[in-house]
């Protein structure tokens, strides 16, 4: 992101990405449930400049309809939060009054059923903007979703938040949607975990984070909005192994990385004995796996149509596909490891 | 055991240097040889290390996997000629290799399944990276998810059977019992996919086909036995399950043996028909590891390992034929003995011990496992006569087709033979007659065992 801003000449942004690095401590650090309202507006707030850019007027609408859906989630966050002190003086996770302050929450972070406006909104941001909302913007409503949260409600978001995230990126074709609805996917994952601890949420979403790093800087440095896009580049052999290898490992195969943040969670699944719902997670895991080989079929196949007018100038951002591509094959043998 | 690994992992900055195709080639071989020499005893585990170990069954399937990755790139040898992405084939290979080893020699299941799954995305890559035709993408994803589909409850009974027991290693297992139906399912599941039994064999026939000669010889040769070691592996604390419910997988797997024997016979693709007499033999296996009685484990590995040489060495000569002709199917493939009457040797001999004529191997697989799965029903004679005399009816087929008759009159010319194809056939059958001599010789101990 950091790199973004300065390459496109724009730091006057910086400083509403510090505003929003803080609004997030903000929010997650406070005492008082007034605290994590007003973190959570200071978020808004200043996640707005960072995505509307006047003179793109697809920007601009994106940014209007983020505020309208984000500001009434707060809005009706600030309201249940007021109704639990004046009307309900109990520390009872498992009532109704619960079930209202998750779902503002799960509505802020784009999970279902409150989904509608996350494929939407990604479609109209660039991909940096992407990286920022699908995962800076999930650390503050997910470790306030773990400070009140009614159990079985969150299961059910669960089980919606996994078939929702699956069946829906099967019939996409833009990059982006494809990655919201993964996106959508790992959010039940990540609900899952954060009800369990917070720490086993922080492992998968470090992961989670790292993986969707390295894809996203992929498509950012290739330029790359739409599956068509896929074949139609000349990318040379080791990009086309990075994609391979960061799809297969977020579609949590082994022997990459991403096994092991969901082999874990399966682990505590399984103690806390949910064994339907393991199932749910496998099912909707193999659906997921379904689109991404969809995307890598380029990089599957060796020898596709290389077409001479598309000349891809990489010359100065090279060093960033390295790197990714070293984390991608090492983290390979890095799994291994974990295990012994 | 770990040297082997780091020879292998060695090996992997040798496949992207210049001109070392062979070397690799010859490296596999050399540690083939040195595998052998390892001290092997019959009735325990033994090479124990950190993580590693070694029992009979993981020795012959270890022996088997470096075998045929040798084999493999030694018959892919037109990639190398033809300079198509050899260095990254080599790779694959070496991985694939790498990914098998470990699969069958660590002694924690969790890892054991860890493995069991990587070896299927270089396999993946084999199929859609080198194959032929376009229907490859449809063959990858059908082995990608039926085999996904079968071990992701595998992995949930692996993690439910460590909270459980504690415990992972495999040899500790042998004395717990689980008695759960749905833990039974899933583990075994996932194995009776990769096997393949019947109803769920239809990634089979399209990625054996579709894949190059080296992905098929792979699959054919160790990919279905990884399903089997996982059976003879994980039966051991499910075997009171079992007892009640194995009548099951055996009846769908013989009658499925019957049905798809009988397909053999309606195929055009040589290799279609040698995947599906695959799936006919496999289906024995299944049978006699499921009727849980000594016999049916020793026919059903010793079954395993002669099908494992005689397949991928069904498919390398498929592959010769398809290099020269450049098709597959039996009406242009015919009257081959005119013009490669020593080839005609190779394919009797494979063909024969295909169809398990004596003194092959597979036919001590086979009567050990007839004699096992007469002595859990007799019905089963009908069934496995049937699977027996179908499977010589189709090898029959199979080499009067190809060999016999008068040859396809749209032939122009292509060269005869090859020398390096002499060698890969050679070691084929010499690895066929030696693990005769030592199949008979544990025949023989089994013999005096009782």
């Known amino acids: ?340 | 055991m770990m040297k082997f690994l780091f020879m292998m992992i060695f090996m992997i900055p040798l496949c992207f240097m210049k001109n070392m195709f062979w070397l690799v080639q010859m490296m596999l071989f050399f540690m083939m040889f040195l595998f052998m020499n390892l001290n092997l005893n019959i009735m325990c585990f033994f090479n124990m290390s950190y993580m590693f170990y070694c029992d009979i069954i993981s020795f012959g399937l270890i022996l088997l996997s470096i075998w045929i990755c040798s084999l493999m790139i030694m018959a892919s040898e037109s990639l190398f000629k033809l300079n198509f992405y050899f260095n990254f084939f080599l790779f694959n290979v070496i991985f694939l290799l790498i990914m098998l080893y470990l699969t069958f020699s660590v002694l924690n299941l969790l890892l054991f399944y860890f493995f069991f799954e990587a070896s299927l995305i270089p396999t993946l890559l084999l199929i859609i990276g080198w194959g032929y035709q376009p229907e490859r993408i449809q063959a990858g994803m059908y082995l990608l998810f039926y085999t996904l589909f079968g071990s992701l409850p595998l992995l949930m009974g692996i993690v439910y059977i460590f909270n459980d027991l504690n415990t992972m290693t495999i040899y500790f297992l042998k004395f717990f019992n689980m008695n759960m139906y749905l833990l039974y399912i899933s583990m075994i599941f996932a194995f009776l996919v990769k096997m393949p039994m019947y109803f769920v064999h239809l990634w089979l026939p399209k990625a054996h086909v579709e894949a190059p000669v080296s992905g098929s010889m792979i699959l054919a040769g160790i990919m279905l036995k990884l399903g089997g070691y996982g059976l003879l592996r994980v039966m051991i604390f499910l075997q009171e399950v079992n007892l009640k419910l194995n009548y099951i997988w055996i009846i769908i797997s013989l009658v499925g043996g019957l049905f798809i024997s009988m397909k053999c016979f309606c195929q055009v693709d040589m290799k279609s028909l040698i995947a599906y007499s695959s799936v006919a033999h496999m289906s024995m296996v299944i049978g006699g590891i499921m009727v849980m009685n000594y016999w049916g484990f020793i026919g059903s590995y010793i079954l395993m390992i002669s099908h494992g040489l005689c397949s991928s060495g069904m498919f390398c000569l498929a592959n010769i034929n398809y290099e020269r002709l450049h098709s597959r199917s039996l009406y242009i493939n015919s009257g081959m003995m005119n013009f490669m009457p020593s080839m005609s040797l190779w394919w009797f001999l494979l063909l024969s011990s295909n169809m398990a004529a004596p003194p092959s191997l597979n036919l001590l697989g086979e009567i050990s496992l007839i004699n096992s799965l007469v002595s859990w029903s007799n019905i089963s004679m009908i069934l496995l006569m049937m699977i027996s005399f179908f499977s010589a009816g189709y090898s029959l087929y199979l080499y009067s087709y190809i060999q016999h008759g008068k040859y396809f009159q749209g032939l122009y010319s292509f060269y005869v033979w090859f020398i390096s194809w002499v060698f890969i056939i050679i070691f084929a059958l010499i690895s066929f007659k030696y693990d005769n001599f030592k199949g008979w010789f544990y025949f023989y101990l089994i013999l005096n065992k009782k």
Request: hydrophobic share 60%; aromatic share 20%; proline share 2%.
């Open chain 1, 1 to 340: 992101m950091f790199f973004f801003i300065l390459t496109n000449n724009n730091s006057n942004k910086m400083f509403f990405l510090f505003i929003l690095f803080f609004s997030t401590l903000i929010s997650i650090s406070s005492n008082s449930w007034f605290g994590c309202w007003i973190g959570l507006e200071i978020n808004l707030l200043s996640f707005i400049p960072l995505i509307s850019n006047s003179k793109n007027l697809l920007s601009v609408e994106t940014s209007l309809k983020y505020f309208l859906t984000q500001s009434l989630a707060s809005i009706n966050f600030l309201f249940m939060i007021l109704i639990k002190f004046s009307l309900l003086k109990n520390f009872d996770m498992n009532n109704i009054i619960s079930i209202m302050m998750n779902s503002s929450l799960l509505m802020k972070m784009g999970s279902a059923p409150f989904h509608f406006w996350f494929p939407n909104i990604v479609e109209g941001l660039s991909w940096m903007n992407n990286f920022m909302l699908m995962t800076w913007q999930k650390i503050s409503p997910m470790i306030l979703l773990s400070y009140y949260f009614n159990k079985n409600f969150l299961i059910f978001m669960i089980i919606m938040n996994l078939i929702i995230g699956s069946l829906g990126g099967l019939n996409q074709t833009s990059l982006r949607k494809l990655l919201a609805f993964s996106s959508i996917n790992n959010l039940g994952w990540m609900i899952f975990s954060i009800m369990i601890s917070e720490n086993l949420w922080l492992f998968y979403f470090l992961i989670y984070s790292m993986m969707i790093f390295m894809m996203i800087s992929l498509f950012f440095l290739m330029n790359m909005y739409f599956m068509n896009q896929l074949f139609i580049n000349n990318m040379n052999f080791f990009i086309k192994l990075n994609l391979l290898i960061n799809f297969l490992s977020l579609g949590g195969l082994p022997p990459f990385m991403g096994f092991m943040p969901k082999w874990i969670i399966i682990n505590f699944l399984l103690i806390n004995k949910f064994y339907f719902l393991t199932f749910i997670f496998m099912m909707t895991s193999l659906i997921i796996i379904y689109y991404y080989i969809r995307i890598i079929y380029s990089s599957f196949m060796f020898n596709y149509f290389k077409m001479k007018w598309v000349n891809l100038l990489m010359k100065n951002n090279m060093s960033l596909i390295n790197l990714s591509s070293f984390i991608s094959i090492s983290s390979m043998i890095l799994s291994t490891f974990i295990f012994m």
